[in-house]
């Protein structure tokens, strides 16, 4: 069974850190382009797009950040342990969300930030940046 779970997650104070973990089961993570995408709390719309927040590709390694987050977060792979990490730094209480990871085919043409590029996800973290 293809699966991944999120973990990580937490509250956090303005300015503070978290790191979030992303392991896969029944794949290898590494032949695939993943992506984070977070949901804010009240934008739970039908056919609202969950928000890209970072991605790295499968086929040159690139990283792909949104511009709210450049600079603060950090998204990295570690294949011996079939896991994808998103550092996030100087977290904002902006940064609330449920986070999700999401795996998909990627390759040399892809959209980083598009949902309908990814065919697994998580079930979701929840983050909470608040003092």
């Known amino acids: 069974q293809l699966q991944l779970v999120e973990s990580g997650g937490g509250l956090v104070q303005p300015g503070g850190s978290l790191r979030l973990s992303c392991a896969a089961s029944?794949?290898?993570?590494?032949?695939?382009?993943i992506g984070w995408f977070r949901q804010a709390p009240g934008k739970e719309r039908p056919g609202k797009e969950r928000e890209g927040v970072s991605s790295i590709s499968n086929f040159d390694g690139m990283t792909y950040y949104a511009d709210s987050v450049k600079g603060r977060f950090t998204i990295s792979r570690d294949n011996a342990k079939n896991t994808v990490y998103l550092q996030m730094n100087s977290l904002k209480p902006e940064d609330t969300a449920v986070y999700y990871c999401?795996?998909?085919?990627?390759?040399?043409?892809?959209?980083?930030?598009?949902?309908?590029?990814?065919?697994?996800w998580g079930q979701g973290t929840q983050v909470t940046v608040s003092s």
């Open positions: 999401a795996a998909g085919p990627g390759g040399s043409s892809w959209f980083p930030f598009i949902t309908y590029e990814y065919d697994y």
């Open positions: 029944g794949f290898t993570l590494d032949s695939y382009a």
